[in-house]
Every structure is written in C-alpha cells, then in structure tokens.
C-alpha cells in the first residue's frame, strides 16, 4: 500500500511532463530544458555523493568535457543521437582517467581533489581557445537535429522533447542500474568499507566504475546543454556551477537521483525567475539554510518521513 503514493506521484509528473508543451511558451519550454540538463550534473553529483559515498565539487569537469565535444560534433554535422554517445563516451573516458585518483580519498580530500579536477578543467576551458574559444566560448552552434533525416530543432518544444526525454532515459537506466546488485555493491562500499574489502569485492574497481558513470550521466548533461542554448563558455562550467549542483543535491536529497533534478530546478527557478537583480545569492543562500533545518533529507526524504 505504501507504493501507490509513490506511483501517484510519478503518474502526475508524467502527465503534468507532457502537458507543458501545450501550456507554456518558448522561454518556459527552453529554461525547463536548461534544467534537465543541470539536473544530469546534479544527478551525476548525487550518485558520486551519496550513493557512492565521494563528496565531490568536480562533476562540472565530465559535464565540460560533454558540451564542448557536442558543440564541435554540431559544427561537423552530426545529429544529437551521435552527440549524446560520443560526449558520453568522451566524458567516461575522462572520468576514467581522474577516478584514478579520486577513488582513493575519502571525505574532505575527496572534496578538495574533485574541486581542484574541476578548477583546472575550467582554467583549461578559459586558455585552450583552438578547442574551447577561450572566454568568449564556442559560439553559434548549428541547431542539434535529433536523428537523421530531422529538422533542426530551433523551438521550445522540440528542444523541450528532446531534453527532457534524453534526461529521463539516462535517469531511469541509472536509477534501474542502482537497483541491480551492482548498486547494492555501491552502497556497501559507502556503508562499510572494511566488510566489503574483507568480503574479498574490489572496493577501488566498483568506485571507479561508478564514478566513470558518473562521469558519463554528466557528460550527456553537458551535450543537452550546448542543445539548448547552443554556447558554452567557461562561466558555464565554473566552480559557480559546481557549486549550485551541490546546492541542488542538498535540496533534493543526497542520495536520490530524483531528488538531485527537482533540487535543481528549485535552483534555477530562485536564481533566474523569483531572484530581484543582485539578490540571486542572498535568496539561494537562505534556500540552504531552509533545506538543511526543515528538510534534513531533501526533498526526497518528504516520503519517508511521512511513511514513519
């Protein structure tokens, strides 16, 4: 019985997913598609933080890695089917490559090495212009078309379609990967360390993967992003962002990839729509202070608390 609250809830966000196109404008449609793609980087951030057990500030990078491969794959004419893989796969790599030494902190230095991760993508971001366009960014990007054969997707609603539905496919494979044996190895190794290492599991090896996961969910964040606004610059991959991705987990909840979205886009909607000029931080900063007191566990942990 405790589950029909829980599929109520999905079917109405569902429908009300399906509804907007028909009820909102341009602008409404392009910022809800901005947050599916910050809700991957939060996603990403989750499944490291709390899942995983790995605070981290260094998911910005991945996502970096994502959107500036999607832009120069828009530049050679591929469709967005090829630039989500490619910056998905771009993205693995290079999370591959820093999990090497991620995975072996823990806690603070954990923070502290994903921050630094973060900070020298974003430094690289701002100097190697041949790649990125330096501080002015890559720039006119063509319209992403979905599939071959489609038409350049320069509306609200189809970039709507096309962000939101990428966003939920790589959301539900994570969360029915997090639900498989392999999430439960996961979550043993954020519990306890010691019992899973004496257990004879490869701790180092199912962080990796994990954080290579990571990595690739915020890379196709990245490729939705430079989708939907067709730019990307270093202020979009900066330590700002990393931090209002944590500030987004926080709200929704560690450890649920659901929450991290939602938390993201109660984000956006303080720092873009309900914000006076100049008091976005003021209003974010107190929106913290609230999640922490009144909602301990994130928005997510509103069911269970209900259900105890």
Not at 7 to 36: G, K
Not at 201 to 228: D, Q
Request: aromatic share 6%.
């Amino acid at each position: 019985m405790k589950k029909w609250p829980t599929l109520a809830a999905v079917a109405a966000v569902l429908v009300t997913l399906v509804v907007l196109p028909f009820v909102l404008r341009n602008f409404a449609l392009l910022t809800i598609a901005r947050v599916a793609a910050l809700g991957l980087l939060a996603a990403s951030t989750a499944l490291l933080t709390g899942t995983a057990g790995l605070p981290t500030l260094g998911q910005v990078a991945p996502y970096a890695v994502g959107a500036y491969t999607a832009g120069h794959l828009a530049h050679a004419g591929a469709v967005g089917l090829v630039q989500i893989l490619v910056a998905a796969a771009a993205a693995a790599v290079f999370a591959l490559l820093t999990g090497l030494a991620v995975v072996r902190t823990r806690g603070t230095v954990c923070l502290m090495v994903t921050l630094a991760v973060g900070e020298l993508t974003a430094i690289a971001a701002d100097q190697w212009k041949s790649v990125t366009g330096g501080t002015d960014g890559m720039a006119r990007v063509p319209a992403v078309r979905a599939f071959w054969g489609g038409e350049p997707m320069l509306k609200g609603v189809p970039l709507y379609v096309y962000a939101v539905g990428t966003a939920l496919v790589v959301l539900v494979a994570t969360w029915l990967m997090l639900r498989t044996r392999a999430g439960a190895l996961v979550r043993g190794c954020r519990d306890n360390e010691e019992r899973m290492r004496a257990s004879g599991h490869r701790v180092g090896l199912i962080l990796l993967l994990t954080h290579v996961w990571a990595g690739a969910v915020a890379g196709v964040g990245g490729a939705l992003l430079i989708a939907v606004q067709r730019y990307v610059s270093p202020a979009d991959v900066g330590f700002e962002v990393s931090a209002l991705t944590l500030l987004a987990v926080v709200i929704g909840g560690a450890a649920s990839l659901w929450g991290a979205v939602a938390g993201a886009g109660a984000v956006v909607a303080v720092r873009d729509n309900l914000a006076p000029a100049g008091q976005a931080p003021l209003l974010l900063g107190l929106l913290f202070v609230a999640a922490v007191y009144v909602l301990p566990r994130g928005l997510a942990g509103i069911n269970r608390r209900r259900d105890a």
